[in-house]
């Protein structure tokens, strides 16, 4: 049996898609921290293993400024947007 792969997500979105991705992955859930601090706490705890984001591009502007993603995590091989464009991304 292989291990699941680490996925951040990062809206709470569509129930069922969440439950899927549970079993699927081993989700994180950005929108349960609180506040900027324990959402980077997040990151640098999963940085060295997650390697997947879904996300619906509406997060909050001051984490996303503070840290950019793809900096955070060196082992990112997809982000999976949910939507229009990719403002949120970090291009």
């Not at 984490?63 to 403002?87: C, E, Q, S, T």
Request: glycine share 6%; proline share 3%; hydrophobic share 45%.
């Amino acid at each position: 049996m292989t291990e699941k792969t680490d996925l951040l997500i990062t809206n709470n979105w569509h129930p069922a898609m969440i439950e899927k991705l549970d079993q699927l992955y081993r989700t994180h859930k950005l929108w349960e921290t609180g506040g900027v601090n324990a959402q980077m706490q997040l990151l640098v705890k999963i940085a060295v293993r997650c390697e997947a984001i879904a996300t619906q591009g509406f997060i909050n502007d001051d984490f996303r400024k503070a840290i950019p993603f793809m900096d955070a995590l060196p082992r990112l091989k997809i982000i999976a947007n949910f939507g229009v464009g990719y403002d949120t991304i970090d291009a």
